[in-house]
């Protein structure tokens, strides 16, 4: 399976170009359209938020760019090139990976088998390697505990490494998940509200690590969020979202002010 | 209690309303006249029996209580790891001795509990680990004892050449129906196995000038070791046959033994090949897409070659199990390849625990071990079988030993701060 290259491209086009181009992605669910020509770019290393009431239709939008929907109209450009309509798996694979609103961890694993599984892709050594033991297949193994240790350490998992995951409390459980999705060294990481259930200190912390983890491992990050403080504070951009549509797109200081964004949350006069 | 009372009365009146119809009429023939005949003793009893039991109910639930204390108390399913290679030996050896002191009948009976023991623990991957539920796994059997009766008698290849074939023949079947059903939802699988299951057995009881139709196929060749026959004179003229070999009186009980050790070996071939199977990636892959199936996709693992993966390798092992089970057999036709033994299989997988490979070594030997040492009581055999079932649902639904995974640690750091 040779998948397209993106790195084979000439960096030059590259640096102005977004990441990610979502062009007038549409979703209707029979009589229902959630969302409606919703229009955005992201571009490399830049936090992007999505906004909206409830029910605006954001998890739909993050459903479709992840290939869990298929839009019914629409584009999605993932470095240019065409992602609309992949199976889901095979946009992970491109760079693109996400975390769910209702965490959802393997509970019966440990914490250190979750972050195995999510280097399924790279870890694949052959059948015969991993039957024999091959010192191959050992060396392969020792990486992804390797791999998976260090990531443990940066968000602060360590000690509970040998725990099942859903035995850990919940903001380590969001903790974890997103460690998984870093593991697969993505270009593009998704949080569907990161800080749902988290405690002041620990929606600081989180403010914290997607910093970090935009600063240190060249990852965009496209997050769905309700908690305003984190959301103005951490965006590089914000995309306002109500009924399916978009009402407003821009910096944070241009949100707060937006008129129709607040029309959005605090209703009409 | 009096109304504990007066409730008994109730349903001990309604069995023997329902029972009258049942049991309280007999048949009586005369000759050439059939008469219907008032027998109210069963009645009777079975009213006795439900009014003791309703007006026992209390105890019986506190007795029950008790029962599920015992759960708490597991049996030792962790040895010390220390122990485990040598105690893993220990079984080996004196599972290979074993047939030398034996009568000929059990080590034929062991023969068949070990091909049950290889179909359970083929099956305990499909559906103890990947979670899917197949209902026709009997047909990966079929196409693995068919394959090697065939290939035999039109290719003349010996069971060590057909064995590695009738593996991939299986596996392959496995990939072809696998591959558009596993895109669907668990149910739609259940029951695309189970047609599957029917459709094999149909086929191979009417592609007649192929499989010899309800007729089956004879005379199918045992395996050799190493080129020997075990046999009173070689088949083919100047072979030599295993006795004459060695210098021994022929022996008819060498045979059985001979293969006991075949089915022996091949079952710890298969059960190697798991444990290896289920501590890498892709056993890993089994259990978490068995877990989540999106979170699995969201991560970049293809769930249909995973799945695929696991469908296959039970189908193999089925078809492994099936070219033994030929090989001894001598003889096959589609009746050894009904439904029945699908649900066998599972019931094997069900009672040991799924995905606990010593509960469901232990319930293949008993559920094909106690059959036949128990022949008196072969027309109960179904009625205990369900029954077996019911009281483990109800008491034990995690089986027998119920599985505990192979956990991956990181090893402790000193500096990790508890």
């Not at chain 1, 910096?251 to 002010?257: D, H, K, L, M, V």
């Not at chain 2, 639930?61 to 040598?86: E, W």
């Amino acid at each position: 399976m040779s998948e397209p290259s993106p790195l084979a491209l000439p960096t030059t086009a590259v640096a102005d170009r977004p990441l990610l181009q979502v062009r007038d992605l549409s979703m209707r669910f029979g009589g229902l359209l959630a969302v409606d020509n919703i229009h955005f770019d992201v571009h490399g290393n830049q936090i992007f938020a999505v906004i909206g009431p409830n029910g605006a239709g954001k998890t739909t939008v993050f459903n479709c760019i992840g290939g869990f929907y298929r839009p019914t109209s629409g584009t999605v450009l993932l470095d240019g090139h065409s992602i609309h309509g992949l199976p889901s798996h095979r946009i992970a694979r491109l760079g693109l990976v996400r975390t769910f609103q209702n965490v959802r961890l393997f509970k019966n694993m440990t914490v250190v088998e979750n972050l195995l599984i999510s280097q399924h892709a790279q870890l694949e050594t052959g059948l015969l390697h991993g039957l024999f033991k091959t010192p191959k297949y050992r060396r392969a193994e020792a990486e992804a505990l390797e791999r998976a240790a260090f990531w443990l350490e940066k968000v602060n998992l360590l000690p509970v490494a040998n725990r099942e995951a859903g035995n850990l409390a919940y903001g380590q459980q969001r903790r974890l998940e997103i460690a998984r999705c870093m593991i697969t060294q993505p270009k593009l990481l998704m949080l569907d509200e990161p800080a749902a259930g988290l405690n002041p200190q620990e929606t600081r912390d989180l403010d914290r690590l997607i910093n970090e983890l935009r600063a240190e491992n060249d990852v965009a990050v496209l997050l769905i969020e309700h908690d305003m403080s984190l959301v103005m504070g951490i965006s590089d951009e914000i995309l306002v979202m109500e009924y399916g549509r978009p009402i407003a797109n821009g910096a944070p200081e241009q949100i707060r002010n937006d008129p129709q964004v607040i029309k959005a949350y605090l209703g009409e006069e | 209690m009096p109304r504990h009372f007066s409730e008994a009365v109730l349903v001990a009146l309604l069995a023997g309303l329902l029972t009258v119809p049942i049991l309280g009429i007999q048949i009586q023939v005369e000759g050439i006249h059939v008469s219907l005949e008032g027998n109210p003793a069963p009645v009777l009893l079975a009213m006795a029996v439900v009014f003791l039991l309703r007006l026992l109910q209390v105890p019986l639930k506190a007795a029950s209580g008790l029962m599920h204390i015992t759960r708490r108390f597991p049996l030792p399913t962790h040895l010390p790891t220390a122990y485990r290679p040598f105690l893993l030996a220990l079984v080996i050896v004196a599972a290979a001795i074993w047939p030398f002191t034996a009568s000929r009948g059990s080590v034929d009976i062991a023969t068949l509990a070990l091909i049950y023991v290889m179909l359970g623990l083929g099956l305990n991957v499909v559906v103890g680990f990947a979670g899917l539920l197949d209902l026709g796994y009997v047909a990966f059997y079929a196409v693995g004892a068919y394959g090697y009766a065939l290939l035999s008698m039109h290719f003349g290849l010996s069971f060590w050449e057909c064995l590695p074939l009738c593996v991939i023949m299986a596996a392959t079947t496995g990939c072809l129906l696998g591959f558009p059903v596993l895109r669907l939802r668990g149910d739609y699988l259940a029951i695309v196995t189970l047609g599957f299951g029917e459709i094999i057995r149909l086929l191979l009881n009417n592609l007649d000038h192929l499989t010899g139709g309800p007729d089956g196929i004879g005379n199918i060749p045992k395996p050799t070791l190493f080129g020997l026959e075990f046999a009173r004179r070689p088949s083919i003229e100047g072979g030599t046959t295993f006795h004459e070999f060695f210098g021994l009186d022929y022996n008819g009980a060498d045979t059985v033994v001979f293969l006991y050790l075949v089915a022996l070996v091949m079952t710890l071939l298969i059960l190697y090949m798991i444990n290896r199977l289920i501590r890498m990636p892709v056993g890993r892959a089994w259990e978490a897409l068995r877990e989540d199936e999106i979170a699995c996709r969201s991560l970049g693992l293809n769930p249909t070659v995973i799945k695929l993966s696991a469908f296959g390798f039970g189908a193999s092992t089925a078809g492994f199990a099936g070219a033994f089970f030929a090989a001894r057999q001598g003889f096959i036709n589609p009746e050894s390849f009904t439904f029945i033994e699908s649900a066998i299989v599972l019931a094997i997988v069900v009672l040991g625990g799924m995905g606990s490979q010593i509960g469901v070594i232990l319930a293949a030997i008993a559920l094909t071990a106690l059959p036949e040492i128990a022949r008196q009581f072969a027309e109960y055999r179904m009625l205990i079988f369900g029954l077996v079932l019911v009281l483990m649902m109800i008491w034990r639904p995690q089986g027998l030993l119920p599985a505990t995974r192979p956990r991956l640690e990181l090893p402790v750091r000193p500096e990790a701060p508890q």
